[in-house]
């Protein structure tokens, strides 16, 4: 049973480009986080997602940033114009909470460098 | 509002040695506490949970107690390794939506041979 995949793990870009991000959730699971992750600091909740569906999305700043889980294919974390400050490791995760339990299961991120 | 503190680090250890990381939590629910361990370069992988008070998680050697009367978590390891040196957070999750987790800023352990 696969993980939570994501890719790309590393994506360099330049101030003003669009960075996407991708995560594909572990087998069965619908629910889908993602996180931050600044150097030498812990992870900060972004946004969460159901299939098709925005859930929370009180961590996400207000521009720029923007997420999706559609019916088919991974979950998108879109982050347009970029700017140096956006540089941190991106963190999805997955939950079975339909199935009752309330652990996440992190991917290996994907670590975004601006330049 | 909900948070984690955790004990800042880097902490070194010989092999062998005993290994105490504190976690403290605030939380406005009865929350689910959960300790993860990553990896140079790797995500998050979950060590161990425990989901109401006085329960024990345990995991590869490691464990923590959920202590409501202290709200602590504090992980612990009898005997570590080389392989041990990750860094380890401490994180919980608020019911009854739990849409998040709340992680602490990790602390960095390593183990000498």
């Known amino acids: 049973n696969a993980g939570v995949m994501q890719n790309p793990r590393h994506l360099v870009r330049r101030r003003g480009q669009e960075a996407r991000l991708r995560c594909s959730p572990m087998?069965?699971?619908?629910?889908v986080y993602w996180y931050r992750q600044l150097p030498e600091e812990g992870l900060k909740f972004m946004v969460y997602?159901?299939?098709?569906?925005?859930?929370?999305e009180s961590g996400m700043p207000k521009e720029r940033f923007s997420a999706e889980f559609p019916k088919e294919g991974p979950s998108i974390l879109r982050i347009q114009q970029v700017v140096r400050g956006d540089s941190a490791a991106y963190f999805c995760?997955?939950?079975?909470?339909?199935?009752?339990?309330?652990?996440?299961?992190f991917g290996p991120g994907t670590r975004l460098t601006v330049t | 509002g909900d948070s984690v503190t955790q004990m800042e680090g880097p902490v070194t250890l010989s092999e062998e040695a005993f290994l105490t990381i504190n976690c403290t939590y605030t939380?406005?629910?009865?929350?689910?506490l959960f300790w993860y361990v990553q990896y140079p370069g790797e995500g998050l992988q979950l060590l161990l949970k425990?989901?109401?008070?006085?329960d024990k998680g345990s995991n590869k050697g490691f464990e923590a107690t959920y202590r409501k009367e202290t709200t602590s978590f504090h992980l612990e390891k009898g005997s570590v390794q080389v392989s041990d040196s990750a860094v380890y957070f401490c994180?919980?999750?608020?019911?009854?939506?739990?849409?998040?987790?709340?992680f602490g800023t990790g602390t960095s352990l390593t183990v000498i041979p």
């Open positions: 997602l159901q299939k098709e569906n925005i859930i929370d």
């Open positions: 425990a989901t109401k008070a006085d």
């Open positions: 087998k069965g699971h619908s629910h």
């Open positions: 995760a997955s939950s079975p909470r339909e199935q009752g339990g309330n652990e996440q299961y």
């Open positions: 994180a919980l999750s608020d019911p009854p939506t739990g849409n998040q987790f709340y």
């Open positions: 939380a406005t629910g009865y929350p689910s």
